[in-house]
């Protein structure tokens, strides 16, 4: 399957935004989602769902940890799928990764299943 390619984000200065692009080509026979993970600096095992948008309806949601300030948005002409993060806060600061994905969501809990990640953004929130 075709890795998905991040473009974007990078020094943003803390109450600023801030917006990554992942190209999806390809998505497998299970897919039906891009979801966006972060990991944080002193937690480099863990990844944190930020949330997802899904492919065919377009419906998107969010974590609670960015609750209010992320849109998750698509453009399927050009296949690509939008985060954006406004308010941006000191630990917002992550690698953050798109990953194509079998994803639910049930009574307000999200899940995936991964299929292929992207290489990676990098967001450091500056004072």
């Known amino acids: 399957q075709v890795q998905p390619v991040q473009s974007g984000g990078g020094s943003v200065p803390a109450g600023g935004s801030v917006r990554i692009s992942c190209v999806v080509s390809?998505?497998?026979?299970?897919?039906?989602?891009v979801a966006w993970f972060r990991q944080i600096p002193d937690k480099p095992h863990e990844h944190e769902g930020g949330?997802?948008?899904?492919?065919?309806?377009?419906?998107?949601y969010t974590a609670d940890s960015v609750q209010g300030r992320a849109v998750i948005s698509q453009d399927t002409a050009t296949k690509t799928v939008y985060l954006q993060i406004n308010n941006l806060k000191f630990e917002d600061t992550a690698m953050y990764y798109c990953v194509v994905a079998a994803c639910t969501v049930v009574a307000g809990q999200a899940s995936a299943i991964a299929s292929s990640w992207g290489q990676g953004t990098r967001i450091t929130v500056s004072s």
């Open positions: 949330g997802g948008i899904f492919r065919d309806s377009g419906e998107s």
């Open positions: 390809e998505y497998g026979p299970s897919d039906n989602c």
